[in-house]
Each structure stands twice: as C-alpha cells, then as structure tokens.
C-alpha cells in the first residue's frame, strides 16, 4: 500500500471545540448574554445542526438578536481561523510522516473562507503536501470525489490505497472506506455505541500518526 495520509481538518488535526468555546465567550460578551449562556451555547451546539446557518438561525430567534443569520454566520467565519490552534506535537508528527516518506493531505468539508483561513493561519498549508476543500470544490465528504482530490494533488491514486484519519464516523470513515482507503476514527469524545467500521479507533490524532508509523 501507497504512503498516502489524508487527514480531517476540525477536530482531528485541530480542536474546533475549544475554538468554539473560546468564541462562545467572545459572543456572549459581546451581546451581554451572561455568562451562564457560554455552557448553552456548547450544548447547543453539540446537537449537531447540519449548516452553521440554521444553527444561527435558531440563535438569533432564541435571543431575539439585531443582526441577520448572515451577519452573524458571517462573523463566526471570519473569527474561527483566529481561534483555532494547531498542536506543536501535531505539526512535529505531521512533519515526521513526510520525512518518512509518506504524501500528507487535508480533506475537510466547509466553507472556503473558513477551513482555508484555518489552514494558513495554523502554519498547516505549510506543513502538508496538498489539501481539498468541499468549500472550493464544490464536492462534500463523504462523496469519494473529494478524496480524490487529495489524492491525486499529491501525485498518487486512491486505486493504489492509503489512509484516511478523522471524527466523523460517516464522512471520514464512510468516505475513507468507500475510497478504498484503510480508516483511523479519532474518538475524542469517547462515543462507544456509536456505529463504525474503522480499522482503528484512537482518542487523539497523534496515536494515528503512531499506527501510520507502524505500516511497512
């Protein structure tokens, strides 16, 4: 099998839940919603609403805000690449697997401005061989198109297989295996009886990058 490492953005590469925090607090200072809405916000936010936009929809009816869904949607986009932080260590392994010889991509859905925001301002753009955004492809995980994408910007073909490690049980692991590629789920959040059918579960990227260095 091929050295080919594609890796998710948020939440497997980066903490996107403590970037949402960390903005939770900014918003609710900034609307003077009280401190005790931070935890609201966090709560709400882990139920899982399929686009930003309805969940800021329901924001912004629940405390009767000024600003449109779009404003506030719009915001939150230009924030996050401040907020987000990349791990030394995960850089350090991201480094370590291209000096082994392995091709190391990003393979992320969202929007344009966002993911690639995070992407340059994190040092990542640097630290990869080649990255593909559902947000400028116009393709989303878990459609094998976009791992495509990847693949190929790093000179190799899915045909000749590779790794895909990520969160997500559907688009990271259901997208990686449909891809042909062999799975690593990043289980942060410890979910057991959650349906998979990853090669390998690990808490924290960095015990992925361990199980790369494993393959012969």
């Known amino acids: 099998m091929q050295r080919l490492a594609l890796f998710d ?46 969940f800021f929809g329901k924001i912004r009816e629940h405390f009767t805000l000024s600003e449109s869904v779009e404003e506030l949607w719009s915001l939150y986009r230009r924030r996050m690449p401040h907020l987000v932080r990349c791990r030394p260590e995960v ?43 559902s947000g400028l492809e116009g393709i989303r995980k878990p ?37 042909g590629l062999r799975t690593v789920w990043v289980d942060r959040r410890n979910r057991q009886d959650q349906e998979h059918r990853a090669d390998h579960v690990v808490r924290d990227v960095l015990q992925a990058m361990e199980i790369l260095h494993g393959e012969r």
């Open 9 to 54: 953005l948020d939440n497997t590469l980066v903490s996107l839940d403590e970037a949402f925090q960390a903005w939770a607090v900014e918003f609710v200072d900034d609307h003077r919603l009280g401190r005790e809405v931070v935890d609201w916000l966090i709560a709400f936010d882990q139920e899982g609403y399929p686009h930003r936009e309805v």
């Open 91 to 133: 850089m350090e392994g991201l480094g370590r697997l291209r000096a082994a010889g392995w091709k190391v991509a990003i393979v992320t859905n969202g929007t344009a401005d966002n993911q690639l925001g995070k992407i340059q301002r994190t040092g990542l753009a640097e630290a990869v061989d080649a990255y593909a955004l």
């Open 143 to 179: 459609d094998v198109g976009l791992f495509e994408i990847a693949a190929r910007r790093c000179g190799m073909s899915l045909a000749d297989g590779g790794w895909m490690v990520g969160d997500h049980p559907v688009k990271d692991i259901g997208g990686g295996r449909t891809a």
